[in-house]
T-cell receptor
Framework: GQQVQQSPASLVLQEGENAELQCNFS?????MQWFYQRPGGSLVSLFY???GTKHSGRLTSTTVIKERRSSLHISSSQTTDSGTYLC??????????FGLGTTLQVQP | EAAVTQSPRNKVAVTGGKVTLSCNQT?????MYWYRQDTGHGLRLIHY???????EKGDIPDGYKASRPSQENFSLILELATPSQTSVYFC???????????FGHGTKLSVL
């Protein structure tokens, strides 16, 4: 089965609303990363967060290893936040394993 | 900001033809990766390298070869392209195993 599961698969928000994206994993964790991808675009690294909480502007990433989960919180969403958010973890193999992503649409 | 450049950006190939996708990074990273991205499968690792002269098989290496002639360059080679290899291919570089990755803009490959 999928070692990295993201939820929800898709999300529609009104501008200004907050979003909470989840990433759950079933394998051991050495590191966790969050990426942002525009349709047809490249992946932009948002966070490298093996554990704990990190902040970047309106974004917050929290990884709790013992609960096998990581979350990405977007506050006061904007239309430019629309796109796909991907989490990826590195397990004992050293290779990065990606989730299928959460597609976010922020409406004006 | 780290720079990873892929070429070409778009490629149309014929079945049975040879395709080479190129990737160049100016980050001086030891590790480089090739992924393909398909709807329903997400990003899957094809080949990777831990340094010049080395290549390793990823999770879906069949039908692909890789070459790492220098620290900066990492190529993905399809000797006999098939329609099932139609996809978007991403190259990435990183400075450590499991470390932060930086991606190129992707190559959209269509095999007819």
């Amino acid at each position: 089965g999928q070692q990295v599961q993201q939820s929800p698969a898709s999300l529609v928000l009104q501008e200004g609303e907050n979003a909470e994206l989840q990433c759950n994993f079933s394998t051991s964790l050495n590191s966790m990363q969050w990426f942002y991808q525009r349709p047809g675009g490249s992946l932009v690294s948002l966070f490298y967060n093996p554990s704990g909480t990190k902040h970047s502007g309106r974004l917050t990433s929290t990884t709790v290893i013992k609960e096998r989960r990581s979350s990405l919180h977007i506050s006061s969403s904007q239309t430019t936040d629309s796109g796909t958010y991907l989490c990826a973890l590195t397990g004992n193999t050293g290779k990065l394993i990606f989730g299928l992503g959460t597609t976010l649409q922020v409406q004006p | 900001e780290a720079a990873v450049t892929q070429s070409p950006r778009n490629k149309v190939a014929v079945t049975g033809g040879k395709v080479t996708l190129s990737c160049n990074q100016t980050n001086n990273h030891n590790n480089m990766y090739w992924y393909r991205q398909d709807t329903g499968h997400g990003l899957r690792l094809i080949h990777y390298s831990y340094g010049a002269g080395s290549t390793e098989k990823g999770d879906i290496p069949d039908g692909y070869k890789a070459s790492r002639p220098s620290q900066e360059n990492f190529s993905l080679i399809l000797e006999l392209a098939t329609p099932s290899q139609t996809s978007v291919y991403f190259c990435a570089s990183g400075d450590a195993r499991g470390g932060r990755l930086f991606f190129g803009h992707g190559t959209k490959l269509s095999v007819l």
